[in-house]
Every structure is written in C-alpha cells, then in structure tokens.
C-alpha cells in the first residue's frame, strides 16, 4: 500500500455514541468533501472549523456534522487531515466510510498509520510515540503523569542535545586527526576527556533516576504467599472489593496463579494469588507451589501471609528463608481469634530471621481495619515511586540498555589515549552516536516502529 494514498478511518470507540470523529488524512483529504456536496472550503495557514450538511451524489442527506480541516503546516501528521465530526449512530458512521471507501485513491488506515505518519514527517520522535502508546493504555495516575512527559518531549529532548554533545566531541577529534602531524595544543585533549566523562555521568544518572518507571508502566509485581486456609483470597478480594479467587475452608483451593490488577494510590499494583504451601501428594497442588515459589522471587514485594492462629505458622516461616525474595513484608492474619497477650507472646517467641528483619503487620480481614491497615503499610511501601520527582526518565527496557551501550563506548574511549589513537577514539563515539540515535530515531528503527504501532488502535 502506497504511503501517498489518502486514508482514512473511525477515531472514535465503535458503537452507538452522541459524537463520532472520522479522520482523514492525505493529499486529497480536504478535496474528498466535493464527493459529499461540500465545496469552496479554503484551508490557508491556520485550521478552520465549520458546521455543514453532508449529502450523497443524489442529494441524499447523511448527517449535519462539524468539520474541522487542518492544513498539512500546522496538522499532527504533516499531511492536509480532515475531521467529520458526525452523530454517533453506527447507521451515519457506516454511510460515511462506504462513501469513502468508494472514491479512488481512498483507501482505509492501517493500525497506527496516521501516528507512523506523523513519525516520517518529523512531526513526533520515536520516544514520544512510546509515550502516547502509554498515554492510550494508562490506568492510574502516575502512568498518565509519567506518559504525558515522554509524551510531550522531555526525555526525547534530553536523548537529543546528548547526541548533540557527541556529534561536537567527534567533529573536535576529527580534527585532532586531521591534523595528526601537528602538535595540538594539550587544553583540547583535555577537553576532549573531560567532556566525554561529564557526558557519561550525565546518561548514567538518567538510567539511576529511572530505575522504578518500568514499574509504574508495567504495574509493581506483588505476590501473597503462605500456608492453606491462611487466608490469601480473602485478602485479594478485599483488596480488588470484588470476589476475584475462590474462598473455601477446603485446604488446597487455590492451585494456580490468580492474577489482579489494581489501582492502589495512583500506582498500578499487579496483586497474584498462590497455592497454599504445605506437603501434598496432589501432582497439581505441587506444580502449583513450585509456580508460587517461582513467582514470588521474581515479584517486586511478597506478602507473607501467615495464620497467626495456627500451630505451624512459625515453621512455615522457616521454610520460606530459604526462598530467594527481593522484598517482602510478613502479614500476621486472623488476629482477632487471639488476644493481645498472645498474639505479643508469639512475635517474641518466633526465632525465624524474616520476622526479625521486618517489621510484621498484624490483621485480622474478619474486620474492615485489616483492609484498611494492609494499604497504609503498603502505600508506605511504595512511596519510593514517585514520577514528580524528576519528569525525564526512561521508561523501557529497551532505552536503558541502549544507555548503558553509550556509556560503555565512552568509557572505552575515555581509557584511550586521544591523541596516540584518534581512529579508534572516533570510532567509539560513532557506535556510542549511533545508540542515541536508534532512540532518537535519526537511525534505522523500523523494528522497533513496527512493534510500537502495532499496539495502536486504527484511527491512531
């Protein structure tokens, strides 16, 4: 399909609504109107909106709508766009993209077209389509927060002027090589290197200050683990206040992971339950501990959700020091079957070292407080993320391992002597100009931009 064909596609959710928006953009987006008995519209420097009726060929009335054009100057994707803001009657949608779809050079968008269209007109960067892939998918606060900065070009502007820096120290080196058989003055040298070290500790302490945004995009891993009957699914349908996992006093109900998302404090937590730990001969019930185990080490915190009522609970505990967990906080559940003597008695007795290197929560979920104290400990938890901090952070994988690329070109042309090996100096400032660039999209990322529109919806 050819990228000089006009498309053109619904914008809006599909379904019945008051207002619908139909976007086309292309060469003849603005001249298509004729088709629908609209002509003498004049579309100069600025974007004009005006109230009109559409008709078909035989004068038959499809909608009053307001149209909004844009001239390709000053539109989101660098083509002339029309909007038909219509009624939102799928009968009135449906009339007017069969009417496109007849006229010639017409053709609908693809997923993600008219936003990868804005890309090769130099109208977004390749970071701030990332943020607006995110900014579609966010659920909670902080996620709108953290999209709309990368969204609006922060983060892209910073990834720029580095870039900016490179090209300047390469253009110097150049000269150094240039002039290979005349003694340079050693102030440039030394310039040289030191900018090189400035700039590597500037990309690194971006990388530092965006430790936690893959978390805030993806949603924080937190996984609740303990023995049967100990009360993990009613914890997790408090939490979600819907019945999401299956409660029963039969040990072994739960024999899979269940996993949640919910919104806790603008933060978007992904709560799974486990299977109960204890001895079984059930082949399920065993795969589905060792999936628990498996899960919870690779969990951003565990709860350690223990009956506090029970005989065992201390050697659970036990069992679970062996467990390679990154963080976790202990949960003393069913705390109202005891008094408060006993319950202190029994913290004090525990010789299990997680108990002793973190403070427990003791709960009772008969109750609504134990809901109540759970998200105050665990918003406390998580404070840590905060996206007002700093709003340039990197927020994939992907752009911190292209970072630490750079930072490893310049640390190996920082070890060079500038003046003794130009070439290769040159040489590693190329690869480490060409990494940002990949980000920046100023290198060939057609990989990377067929995986990002594809998230998109059609008329985006």
Same mark, same amino acid.
């Given at each position: ?302 709860? !350690?959700?223990?009956? #506090?009522?029970? *005989?065992?609970?201390?050697?659970? =505990? %036990?069992?679970? $020091?062996?467990? +390679? !967990?990154?963080?976790? #906080?202990?949960? *003393?559940?069913?705390?109202?079957? =005891? %008094?408060?003597? $006993?319950?202190? +008695? ?115």
């Amino acid at each position: 399909m050819s990228v000089n064909d006009t498309i053109y596609a619904l914008a809006t959710p599909p379904g019945q609504s008051a207002i619908a928006i139909i976007r086309i953009s292309g060469l003849n987006a603005h001249g298509v109107l004729i088709h629908f008995g609209i002509s003498n519209l004049i579309v100069e420097d600025k974007p004009i909106a005006e109230y009109h009726r559409l008709k078909t060929a035989d004068g038959l009335i499809v909608d009053d709508v307001m149209l909004v054009l844009f001239p390709s100057k000053s539109s989101p994707t660098g083509e002339n766009i029309t909007e038909i803001q219509c009624h939102g009657s799928p009968a009135v949608i449906q009339s007017i993209l069969s009417h496109l779809a007849g006229i010639e050079g017409m053709r609908p968008a693809q997923q993600g077209e008219f936003s990868r269209r804005s890309f090769n007109n130099g109208k977004v960067g390749l970071i701030d389509l990332e943020g607006l892939s995110d900014l579609i998918e966010a659920q909670t606060l902080y996620q709108h927060q953290q999209a709309i900065n990368i969204m609006t070009g922060k983060l892209s502007a910073r990834l720029k002027l580095y870039r900016e820096t490179l090209i300047s120290l390469s253009s110097k080196l150049e000269a150094v090589i240039d002039f290979s058989d005349e003694e340079l003055p050693e102030e440039i040298i030394g310039e040289l290197s030191l900018n090189m070290h400035k700039l590597k500790n500037q990309i690194l302490s971006l990388i530092e200050d965006s430790k936690y945004s893959e978390q805030i995009r993806e949603g924080v891993k937190i996984t609740l683990v303990g023995p049967v009957n100990a009360g993990k699914s009613t914890i997790l349908n408090a939490l979600a206040q819907r019945e999401v996992a299956i409660v029963s006093s039969v040990a072994g109900t739960t024999r899979d992971v269940i996993e949640v998302k919910l919104d806790l404090g603008g933060i978007s937590v992904i709560f799974n339950d486990t299977a109960g730990i204890r001895k079984t001969e059930d082949v399920i019930e065993i795969e589905g501990i060792e999936r628990a185990k498996s899960v919870a080490e690779s969990s951003d915190l565990t709860l !350690l959700v223990l009956d #506090l009522s029970g *005989l065992d609970w201390e050697k659970t =505990l %036990s069992q679970l $020091e062996s467990w +390679k !967990l990154s963080k976790y #906080l202990v949960l *003393l559940n069913k705390a109202d079957l =005891l %008094s408060e003597d $006993e319950i202190e +008695k029994k913290i004090k007795n525990c010789k299990s070292s997680l108990l002793r290197t973190s403070s427990p929560l003791v709960v009772s979920f008969h109750e609504k407080s134990g809901q109540e104290l759970l998200i105050k400990r665990l918003t406390e938890l998580l404070s840590f993320i905060n996206v007002t901090n700093n709003d340039v952070r990197l927020t994939r994988s992907w752009h911190k391992t292209t970072c630490l690329a750079v930072c490893n070109a310049l640390e190996r042309a920082i070890t060079l002597d500038s003046k003794e090996h130009p070439e290769i100096v040159a040489e590693e400032l190329r690869l480490a100009c060409n990494a940002l660039g990949r980000l920046t999209g100023q290198v060939a990322v057609d990989d990377l931009l067929d995986n990002i529109f594809s998230s998109f919806c059609i008329g985006k």
